[in-house]
């Protein structure tokens, strides 16, 4: 299975983001073979509809599940109309999460976790 993590760096010993929309990057990783890939998160400085736009870059790479530390109504909206399972509360390195992803730790959130323009510090 294809799954997406927020990252605040390339690497396996990187960090989850807690921002979905605004992480530096993405983390692309593939359970059955252990393959990962980072890609630049081109949303994080948009000035407006960054969840969508990057939640929209991860439909487009065939991913089925989110893995991030929260995900606002915006993303988790295009996410869930694409079938896409988004898991919140995720934290530690991208590695551990993966680790716990395929261990079957991780439960699917079931709403957003965060209100609109949380990831711009606003209430």
Same mark, same amino acid.
């Given at each position: 299975?294809k799954?997406?993590?927020?990252?605040?760096?390339? +690497?396996?010993?990187?960090?989850?983001?807690p921002?979905?929309?605004?992480?530096?990057?993405?983390?692309? +990783?593939?359970?059955? !073979?252990? #393959?990962?890939?980072?890609?630049?998160?081109?949303?994080?400085?948009?000035?407006?509809?960054? +969840?969508?736009?990057?939640?929209?870059a991860?439909?487009?790479?065939?991913? #089925?599940?989110?893995?991030?530390?929260?995900?606002?109504?915006?993303?988790?909206?295009?996410?869930?109309?694409?079938?896409?399972?988004?898991?919140?509360?995720?934290?530690? !390195?991208? #590695? @551990?999460?993966?680790?716990?992803?395929?261990?079957?730790?991780?439960?699917?959130?079931? @709403?957003?976790?965060?209100?609109?323009?949380?990831?711009?510090?606003?209430?």
């Amino acid at each position: 299975m294809k799954i997406a993590l927020s990252a605040n760096a390339a +690497g396996p010993d990187a960090h989850v983001d807690p921002r979905f929309g605004r992480c530096q990057c993405f983390a692309i +990783g593939e359970t059955d !073979t252990g #393959k990962l890939e980072f890609m630049e998160n081109s949303s994080m400085s948009a000035g407006g509809g960054a +969840g969508i736009s990057a939640a929209q870059a991860i439909v487009d790479k065939g991913v #089925k599940a989110v893995l991030t530390g929260n995900c606002g109504p915006n993303a988790y909206k295009v996410l869930e109309a694409a079938g896409v399972q988004v898991i919140t509360g995720v934290s530690g !390195t991208v #590695k @551990q999460a993966i680790e716990d992803f395929k261990a079957g730790k991780l439960k699917a959130a079931s @709403q957003p976790s965060v209100g609109a323009h949380h990831g711009m510090g606003k209430k």
